[in-house]
């Protein structure tokens, strides 16, 4: 390529030196300067023409440009005292048809005010970088172990027993179960405790990636394969899983079309990417894990029977938290211990009466709905007791529809009845009031509503909401 600096008038390169480095200096081999620019000058406080011809050392204090045209070896990002303060300079040697002929030395930061300065505009980026790095290298290897699964109920033991059995195998492993029953943990665990655990643990939720996506992101794509695709193209999940473990979660939302590609990964152990002209070898470990009943969907013709068996060599089912209410105590108190530390709220106890009380709820949504329960009586309750008024509503009913935890029952049975809660008392009265107001208006509903001083609006959602009709009450 032809150099063309030549073209460029002797005032236009002077100029570019200034504008590319703030503060430079040339130096020949015995350290005589040959050239300074005016904003080192200026940072000096002297003149270009005092400092040219001068030695370096007698013009910028505690300079080293004369041994670095001497040794030929760059000092680079040195801190270098000038002036009562410290700057920041590089110093180069200066090679011509690889002869040393000199050095080149340039001023990064003048004083610490400038280092600061540009610290500070610097730290943002290198916190958002730090952020992501920590982020993808969570995503990427396992965080639980077997240690941290909590329960001695014999379902809960045997499934445990059975992953760590099975932990070592290079065989495919079905985590079956109900939402929140813990299936991601098991996952990690089985991963953490095979000789795996060094590569990567990668994570993939099948029914929250677009069906037009999920090829892309799976199995991945080359350059220039689609209209968007990114320069060198891109691994998928199964090639950044590569020697480890991958764990497809909700295993029975994933399409039928995805299913076959699927099976053939399985299959064949390699992949093809988007775009690819060659297939990629896989050495990857599969961990599925689904709430759905997939028999049943074999049946119905929505999963692919090919598919299921070779997802289900080791099926492992991992019971509710109904199932192992005996669980429930060692549970919240390992839920609790995580709670303390995210709230900064140590010693957090939880009396037998709540625990009686949490035992009696069916928890549909299992460990989850359990640990959202705990996280909310932290956040309203005052103290470090979570008494049974800090539990939600729905949990407080088992406690008052319990008549042996009454302490008024004797009193009821010398009274001759138990009260019935306001809320329904109110509605029969009210439900009454509406039918008596129906009945002299002759079920005309406009009427009755100005009788009960009620907007007509109103009387229709409470005729709705007690399944009444005006006509049918007055003829009956």
């Known amino acids: 390529m032809p150099n063309n600096l030549h073209t460029l008038p002797e005032d236009w390169i002077e100029e570019v030196v200034n504008l590319a480095a703030e503060c430079m200096v040339v130096v020949?081999?015995?350290?005589?300067?040959?050239?300074?620019?005016?904003?080192?000058?200026?940072?000096?406080?002297?003149?270009?023409?005092?400092?040219?011809?001068?030695?370096?050392?007698?013009?910028?204090?505690?300079?080293?440009?004369?041994?670095?045209?001497?040794?030929?070896?760059?000092?680079?990002?040195?801190?270098?005292?000038?002036?009562?303060?410290?700057m920041v300079a590089n110093r180069y040697p200066l090679f011509v048809k690889g002869e040393l002929v000199g050095a080149v030395g340039t001023v990064m930061f003048r004083n610490p005010e400038e280092w600061l300065d540009y610290s500070r505009r610097l730290q943002p980026l290198l916190e958002e970088l730090k952020y992501y790095k920590t982020k993808f290298e969570k995503e990427l290897y396992s965080k639980y172990h077997f240690g941290d699964l909590i329960g001695e109920s014999p379902k809960f033991t045997a499934a445990k027993r059975l992953a760590e059995r099975v932990s070592d195998s290079h065989s495919a492993v079905l985590l079956l179960g109900a939402s929140g029953t813990g299936k991601e943990l098991f996952a990690h665990s089985i991963h953490q405790a095979s000789k795996r655990n060094h590569a990567p643990f990668m994570r993939v939720n099948c029914g929250s990636i677009p069906e037009h996506l999920f090829e892309s992101e799976i199995f991945g794509y080359e350059e220039g394969s689609f209209t968007g695709a990114k320069k060198g193209g891109k691994k998928g999940k199964f090639e950044l899983a590569s020697g480890g473990t991958i764990f497809l979660d909700e295993i029975g939302d994933l399409p039928l079309q995805m299913q076959t590609k699927l099976l053939r990964v399985l299959q064949e152990k390699e992949i093809e990417r988007i775009g690819g002209r060659a297939p990629v070898p896989l050495d990857v470990r599969v961990i599925a894990a689904t709430h759905r009943n997939l028999e049943e969907m074999v049946r119905n013709g929505q999963f692919r029977e090919d598919l299921y068996y070779r997802l289900n060599v080791i099926k492992i089912d991992i019971p509710?938290?109904?199932?192992?209410?005996?669980?429930?105590?060692?549970?919240?108190?390992?839920?609790?211990?995580?709670?303390?530390?995210?709230?900064?709220?140590?010693?957090?106890?939880?009396?037998?009466?709540?625990?009686?009380?949490?035992?009696?709820?069916?928890?549909?949504?299992?460990?989850?709905?359990?640990?959202?329960?705990?996280?909310?009586?932290?956040?309203?309750?005052?103290?470090?007791?979570?008494?049974?008024e800090y539990l939600p509503l729905y949990l407080q009913e088992g406690k008052r529809q319990s008549s042996s935890e009454d302490p008024h029952s004797e009193s009821w049975e010398l009274f001759g009845r138990k009260p019935e809660p306001l809320k329904e008392t109110m509605q029969k009265a009210e439900k009454k009031a509406i039918i008596d107001a129906l009945a002299i208006c002759g079920g005309n509903k406009k009427e009755a509503a100005a009788v009960l001083g009620i907007g007509k609006t109103s009387l229709y959602e409470k005729c709705r909401l007690y399944e009444l009709s005006g006509k049918e009450l007055f003829y009956k």
């Not at 938290?321 to 919240?332: F, M, S, T």
Request: glycine content about 6%; proline content about 5%; some cysteine.
């Open 28 to 86: 020949d081999r015995d350290g005589i300067i040959l050239y300074i620019n005016q904003a080192y000058c200026e940072f000096l406080n002297v003149t270009e023409a005092n400092a040219a011809g001068r030695p370096v050392q007698e013009v910028i204090e505690n300079s080293r440009m004369q041994i670095v045209a001497k040794t030929g070896k760059a000092e680079v990002a040195s801190i270098h005292p000038i002036n009562g303060s410290e």
């Open 320 to 388: 509710s938290l109904k199932e192992r209410i005996d669980d429930l105590g060692p549970l919240a108190a390992m839920l609790l211990k995580k709670l303390e530390d995210k709230f900064h709220r140590p010693k957090i106890q939880m009396p037998e009466e709540t625990l009686s009380l949490l035992r009696k709820h069916s928890w549909p949504g299992n460990i989850r709905e359990l640990e959202n329960v705990l996280e909310r009586a932290v956040n309203v309750m005052e103290g470090t007791v979570i008494y049974p």
